[in-house]
């Protein structure tokens, strides 16, 4: 299985940016797949999940601010992410997962977002 996270950049607080996951070596569409994130000196920590069917899940913390979507023509996740705070600052990375956010596979390369106050 390989996933592959791209779309980061350094923006300003307030900008937007949407971060893809493209998944191979599985049925896609019967996945449950997270975006993760760590920022520097702390812990990886679960931002959303979605499952097969398309339920979602966020951490408090980018509820209303963020969204999860799949393409499954495309196998890929989406990470839409709108008014960003510095607080978002982190490597992310996505990962098949559960519903709640626990991780199930191996952890690839994430993406870096930056953002400036």
């Known amino acids: 299985v390989q996933l592959q996270a791209s779309g980061g950049g350094l923006v300003q607080a307030g900008d937007s940016l949407r971060l893809s996951c493209v998944v191979s070596?599985?049925?896609?569409?019967?996945?449950?797949v997270g975006w993760f994130r760590q920022a520097p000196g702390k812990q990886r920590e679960l931002v959303a999940t979605?499952?097969?069917?398309?339920?979602?899940n966020y951490v408090d913390s980018v509820q209303g601010r963020f969204t999860i979507s799949r393409d499954n023509a495309e196998n890929t996740v989406y990470l839409q992410m709108n008014s960003l705070k510095p607080e978002d600052t982190a490597v992310y990375y996505c990962?098949?997962?559960?519903?709640?956010?626990?991780?199930?596979?191996?952890w690839g390369q994430g993406t870096q977002v930056t953002v400036s106050s």
């Open positions: 979605i499952t097969s069917g398309g339920r979602t």
């Open positions: 990962n098949l997962a559960t519903y709640w956010g626990t991780a199930r596979g191996d």
């Open positions: 070596g599985i049925t896609f569409r019967s996945a449950t």
